[in-house]
């Protein structure tokens, strides 16, 4: 069962980013700082030293990664969320990402 679980929840992502990448074909994004892209869920790993970080305004000592979404960045925590059922992502489920973030 858990397994099922986890491929239901992993096919329900890869279809999502599917459509998201469709989308952004067909609307003819092509630069890096449109909205339509910006307003993506974005995943940046970061080199040593890359950045200050916020809490000791010290250049990073290990690699990190970096979460952006439209002008939001934080440092992505690795937190376990848990297995979770996933029915659908729908423009109201990215929105409420934009919006938590």
Known sequence: KLNRVTVGAMVTIDVHARDVIQE??????DNKQ?????AQLRYYWQEI???NRNDTLKPNDKMECKVSIVNS????????????MR???TPLTDRCYRTLM
């Open 73 to 84: 960045t934080l440092l992505y925590g690795f937190e376990y969320l848990g297995n979770s």
């Open 49 to 51: 030293g890359a950045f």
């Open 87 to 89: 029915l659908v992502i």
């Open 24 to 29: 952004l074909v067909d609307l003819g994004i």
């Open 34 to 38: 449109e909205f339509d892209w910006l």
